[in-house]
């Protein structure tokens, strides 16, 4: 049986190019003995003049059966319990079909995502990576932690589901189609980093997740974070605003991702 949310997937223009958001929700953090539970994939055209995310192309959001019960402490954090993923498989053949679309692949904490995806989908590993969490200088910018939530709060974004797999996914494109003050995206960054990088096929094992570097703490849940924190607050950046404000007006602080004053 196969399960998952799909939209039709959009024409690219011809001067556009394609980057896939990818996140996984597992049994655990060790991706040499912890199953893939929940794969969320979206495709974005961005321009790669100004680096700027223009739309959203395809989604898709699937559940699966990792063949083992998930551990309660695993549920506690996804939601996410062994009934729900019962007999569940992803739709392999749309999958390959969205990886193969993206010129380069984009997760935060990309190491943990690709390393899990790697198992179910090894072609992955050909394909360029790049991380929102490291390749964006969060704390230079004035962010007190680079973790996905954090940065959603900072940013007054706010999703319905924390730690599933295409809220968080949607928040990251959001998160991403932001600037900080400059006009440029934070995207761009990404994008200047995949057009330059050297492929090279892995040379060491992935770096452990922790539960502290994937679940927010209880300090950051409770903090909202002081404007003298920041430095001149995120604007959005590019024509995607209203898109995004359309798939998260329900869960948007008052205003959209305003600069704080």
Same mark, same amino acid.
């Given at each position: 049986m196969?399960?998952?949310?799909?939209?039709?997937p959009q024409p690219v223009e011809q001067s556009d190019r394609v980057a896939?958001?990818? =996140?996984v929700e597992t049994t655990g953090l060790d991706p040499s003995s912890d199953e893939v539970v929940e794969l969320a994939l979206a495709l974005v055209a961005y321009d790669p003049q100004t680096g700027n995310i223009v739309r959203i192309l395809?989604?898709?959001?699937?559940?699966? =059966?990792?063949?083992?019960?998930?551990?309660?402490? &695993?549920?506690?954090l996804h939601g996410i319990r062994s009934s729900d993923v019962r007999g569940r498989m992803l739709d392999d053949d749309r999958v390959r079909s969205m990886l193969e679309r993206a010129d380069f692949l984009v997760a935060h904490n990309a190491e943990f995502d690709k390393a899990f995806l790697s198992k179910l989908y090894p072609e992955v590993l050909r394909k360029r990576w790049v991380c929102?969490?490291?390749?964006? +200088?969060?704390?230079?910018m004035g962010y007190r932690s680079r973790s996905l939530h954090s940065l959603l709060d900072a940013h007054?974004?706010?999703v319905r589901?924390?730690?599933?797999?295409? =809220? =968080?996914?949607?928040?990251?494109? &959001?998160?991403?189609?932001?600037?900080?003050?400059?006009?440029?995206?934070?995207?761009?960054?990404?994008?200047?980093? &995949?057009?330059?990088?050297?492929?090279?096929?892995?040379?060491r094992?992935?770096?452990? &997740?922790?539960?502290?570097?994937?679940?927010?703490?209880?300090?950051?849940?409770?903090e909202t974070v002081r404007p003298d924190h920041l430095l001149p607050g995120p604007q959005p950046a590019g024509g995607l605003w209203q898109l995004l404000q359309s798939l998260f007006t329900p869960w948007l602080? +008052?205003?959209?991702?305003?600069?704080?004053?």
């Open positions: 196969t399960v998952g949310a799909h939209n039709r896939g958001f990818v =996140d395809e989604e898709y959001v699937g559940l699966r =059966d990792p063949g083992v019960p998930i551990p309660v402490e &695993a549920s506690r929102s969490m490291r390749s964006i +200088p969060w704390k230079q007054r974004i706010r589901r924390a730690h599933r797999g295409l =809220d =968080d996914v949607r928040a990251l494109v &959001a998160l991403l189609s932001c600037s900080h003050g400059n006009g440029q995206s934070y995207f761009s960054i990404l994008a200047r980093k &995949a057009s330059t990088r050297t492929r090279r096929p892995p040379s094992r992935p770096e452990r &997740a922790t539960i502290a570097s994937v679940a927010p703490s209880p300090r950051e849940r409770r602080w +008052p205003g959209g991702p305003q600069g704080r004053r």
